[in-house]
């Protein structure tokens, strides 16, 4: 039987996580009411804008049963964005935040748009590089000891797990390879 996975389609890249969900062998399904939230095995949170997913999620009644849910086992994905609001707090600003994930987060780390870039990655789990796609990505500027640090940039992490929330700063929905998804889809079960 296929996990039930959700993603937050308030804003940001729904349909693509959708596929790539599918890909990866999950029964996907798009999450906008507090309601949506039965029955799912995980839930992603995608890429977008942080503050705006953050304050839809407050404005339909979603932000409080989400981060319940999550704080209660509910594997959670946070990709770029979703890795921001996963986060105990940011480097700079004011915004909703889960505060699931023990970490700090540095909003668009890398620079604006005209410096996103794509990049061969060593990820931990995975037996080659994965092709990441990197934009207007943060990095995680402080982890907390239970946090696992799967892939970094220089020195800056990229994608963290802790227990059943993973994080990363890139954008896999936005490849072909579904190896992020399916670590994510193992994670649910």
């Given at each position: ?7 937050l ?6 349909r ?34 942080s ?8 404005r ?41 994930l ?11 748009q ?19 796609v ?56």
């Open positions: 039987m296929r996990p039930k996975v959700g993603v389609a308030l804003q940001g890249d729904v693509e996580h959708l596929a790539a969900l599918e890909a990866a062998g999950a029964e996907p399904r798009t999450v906008r009411h507090a309601d949506d939230l039965a029955g799912l095995e995980g839930i992603v949170i995608p890429g977008g804008e503050t705006t997913i953050g304050k839809l999620a407050v339909f009644g979603l932000f409080d049963p989400l981060r319940a849910a999550i704080a209660g086992g509910l594997a959670a994905y946070g990709t770029c964005a979703g890795m921001i609001l996963l986060a105990v707090g940011v480097t700079e600003g004011d915004q909703p935040l889960l505060g699931v023990d970490v700090v987060v540095r909003r668009n780390a890398f620079g604006r005209n410096e996103s870039f794509e990049v061969d990655l060593d990820v931990d789990g995975l037996d080659t590089p994965f092709h990441a990197f934009i207007r990505a943060p990095w995680v500027a402080k982890a907390g000891e239970d946090v696992e640090v799967l892939a970094t940039v220089g020195d800056h992490p990229v994608m963290v797990r802790q227990g059943h929330v993973l994080a990363s700063a890139f954008h896999p929905e936005l490849t072909d390879d579904p190896r992020i998804h399916r670590l994510f889809v193992e994670m649910t079960g």
